[in-house]
T-cell receptor
Framework: DTEVTQTPKHLVMGMTNKKSLKCEQH?????MYWYKQKAKKPPELMFV???????INESVPSRFSPECPNSSLLNLHLHALQPEDSALYLC?????????????FGNGTRLTVT | GQQLNQSPQSMFIQEGEDVSMNCTSS?????WLWYKQDPGEGPVLLIA?????ELTSNGRLTAQFGITRKDSFLNISASIPSDVGIYFC??????????FGTGTRLQVFP
């Protein structure tokens, strides 16, 4: 079982909807990440939070809005998405941002935008 | 974004056979990681390598960090049906600078 928990597992939303993805970890990790993964491709980095502060935004469109309420929780707020945003959204965490802190991934949220 | 060269792209093997896959880069890394991803799930960390030349095992899996720091390989011995999935290598400078390989899709036939 993964120690990074993501909800919901599946989400279908229209282009005018507002929804949120949630991620939780209780390993004491201080860095948390959002990745996007398209079918048959490796994950692509979207955002990095370190000590609850946004440290990296990989030029992600503003219709994706991350939030880190505390060291254990990470949210991704979605608004006015496009069908091409349909993908598997993965949350990950690591102890720190150091090179010897491997990432641990959740099982993802399968998002379909109609 | 940048991806690492991973080969082979796919493998179809008989149960009990050994498997070898590798990852190469034009850049050096401080860490090499190997992940396995099953359909509909997130990548699961299999092995982490932190030193050039390091050889590490995890059950039937063995991985090595190349001495040039630009490559890594993963071997799976005596494959079983549950080894089916996609294997990703990842090179890491820092935790927020993780570069994934293109993936190796493994199919095991009984």
């Amino acid at each position: 079982d993964t120690e990074v928990t993501q909800t919901p597992k599946h989400l279908v939303m229209g282009m005018t909807n507002k929804k949120s993805l949630k991620c939780e970890q209780h390993m004491g990790h201080r860095a948390m990440y959002w990745y996007k993964q398209k079918a048959k491709k490796p994950p692509e980095l979207m955002f990095v939070y370190s000590y609850e502060k946004l440290s990296i935004n990989e030029s992600v469109p503003s219709r994706f809005s991350p939030e880190c309420p505390n060291s254990s929780l990470l949210n991704l707020h979605l608004h006015a998405l496009q069908p091409e945003d349909s993908a598997l959204y993965l949350c990950a965490s690591s102890l720190t941002q150091a090179y010897n802190s491997p990432l641990h991934f959740g099982n993802g949220t399968r998002l379909t935008v109609t | 974004g940048q991806q690492l060269n991973q080969s082979p792209q796919s493998m179809f093997i008989q149960e009990g056979e050994d498997v070898s896959m590798n990852c190469t880069s034009s850049s050096i890394f401080n860490t090499w990681l190997w992940y396995k991803q099953d359909p509909g799930e997130g990548p699961v960390l299999l092995i982490a390598l932190y030193k050039a030349g390091e050889l590490t095992s995890n059950g039937r899996l063995t991985a090595q960090f190349g001495i040039t720091r630009k490559d890594s390989f993963l071997n799976i011995s005596a494959s079983i049906p549950s080894d089916v999935g996609i294997y990703f290598c990842a090179g890491q400078l820092r935790a927020d600078k993780l570069i994934f390989g293109t993936g190796t899709r493994l199919q095991v036939f009984p």
